[in-house]
């Protein structure tokens, strides 16, 4: 059983989750949110968005990287790029924890795939505070991956673009990722009182108490140890609209330009 509200968390060996006990604050580069020329609404916004792994895996670029590509670290080396095609935010696609991988399988996927690969979106959260050891140059290092992505952040920002994420709070991957914490309490409930099912997993129940603060907290924790400038919500609709003018409220505190795409 895993702490939800842990920031570090790795499944490498695809059988046993693992934690550590980290001060994410006290890691890497001191941030800021971003300043963006030219940027006052958000129907200034031009939106780049992009799979960290995707970004730099073509091998025709391979010689061109000095780390290892689908990292946090090659994806800076090619940040360049995306400034010059005017982009104000990079969208990145979800870089928390997610369940189906395996971190330690760094193989390039050359040819068609559509089963039966090391390949994910991400889109089966594990963990609403952890970051995906997928995207680390050593997955086995807990505060690596943090670092390497406030060093991504930092070189986003120096170039005058926001970074927003793409999140995950609907459901998560397996159903006994939070009941096995409290039974019949994170999810939403069937009327048999059997716990809502959503994509294979539990379906977040944002109306209960601990639920909310789950999501709000997860918010407030990129937002204030990344500097995150804004969130794209993954199927928002299943939502209480509570918890998202709430979860929009403590963003906004943090951060009152906050760009919200949901």
């Known amino acids: 059983m895993l702490n939800p509200w842990r920031a570090w968390a790795s ?25 963006i020329q030219g940027y006052e609404t958000r129907e200034d916004a031009i939106i780049y968005e ?35 095609l005017g982009v104000t935010h990079i969208q990145l696609l979800p870089v928390m924890s997610y369940y189906f991988i395996d971190e330690l399988n760094r193989d390039r996927i050359l040819n068609y795939t559509s089963a039966n690969n090391n390949y994910n979106w991400g889109y089966d959260p594990h963990s609403y505070f952890s970051l995906s050891g997928m995207y680390s140059q050593d997955p086995r290092n807990p505060e690596l991956r943090i670092i390497e992505f406030k060093n991504l952040i930092q070189e986003i ?39 809502r099912e959503s994509f294979g997993g539990g379906r977040l129940g944002t109306t209960h108490a601990m639920s909310r603060r789950l999501l709000i907290d997860s918010i407030c924790y990129f937002t204030e140890v990344f500097k995150i400038d804004g969130f794209r919500f993954d199927m928002m609709g299943d939502h209480d609209a509570t918890t998202i003018q709430n979860a929009f409220d403590a963003k906004k505190s943090h951060q009152p330009e906050c760009f919200n795409d949901w």
């Not at 490498?12 to 890497?28: E, M, R």
């Not at 025709?60 to 080396?77: H, K, M, V, Y």
């Not at 793409?166 to 716990?195: C, G, K, R, W």
């Open 157 to 195: 920002h120096n170039r005058g673009m926001g970074v927003t994420m793409d999140v995950v709070y609907n459901h998560t991957a397996q159903m006994h990722i939070l009941e096995d914490i409290e039974p019949n309490y994170y999810h939403f409930m069937n009327l048999d009182a059997s716990p």
């Open 50 to 84: 992009i799979h960290v792994r995707d970004f730099t895996s073509d091998h025709d670029i391979s010689e061109t990287l000095q780390a290892e590509f689908g990292t946090f670290a090659s994806f800076i080396e090619k940040l360049d790029y995306i400034k010059n």
């Open 11 to 35: 499944d490498t060996d695809s059988t046993i989750g693992k934690g550590a006990i980290v001060n994410a604050k006290q890691l890497g580069p001191k941030l800021d949110f971003a300043s």
